[in-house]
Nanobody, 122 residues
Framework: VQLQASGGGLVQPGGSLRLSCAAS??????YSWFRQAPGKEREFVAA????????RYADSVKGRFTISRDKGKNTAYLQMNSLQPDDSALYYC??????????????????WGQGTLVTVSS
């Protein structure tokens, strides 16, 4: 499975961005988004399973970010609203064949995209 993340950019505080993660090679079961800011560890952001019935968010993004998927396009999205400077990071999408209860752990995800940079600054 190859993942291609896109949609990052520079946005002012309070603004919005939508990230996309297109998968090729096979149908993906579950998707997730992680992010890593300079000097910090990679942290979980959001995850969604095959059916969309299971969706999880980090506390820091609940109510502001929305993860979704389009099975027909084999693509996942991360809609980010009310962005703040602390959201600035390199955002990675990841995938695995099935859901995992340890969705928050980067080690549980099998496939990774190359990352897309999000910068929130005035």
């Amino acid at each position: 499975v190859q993942l291609q993340a896109s949609g990052g950019g520079l946005v002012q505080p309070g603004g919005s961005l939508r990230l996309s993660c297109a998968a090729s090679g096979r149908t993906v079961g579950s998707y997730s988004w992680f992010r890593q800011a300079p000097g910090k560890e990679r942290e979980f952001v959001a995850a969604v399973d095959m059916s969309g019935a299971r969706i999880r968010y980090a506390d820091s993004v609940k109510g502001r970010f929305t993860i979704s998927r389009d099975k027909g396009k084999n693509t996942a999205y991360l809609q980010m609203n009310s962005l703040q400077p602390d959201d600035s990071a390199l955002y990675y999408c990841a995938a695995r064949p099935y859901w995992t209860v340890a969705y928050y752990s980067a080690t549980q995800w099998d496939y990774w995209g190359q990352g897309t940079l999000v910068t929130v600054s005035s």
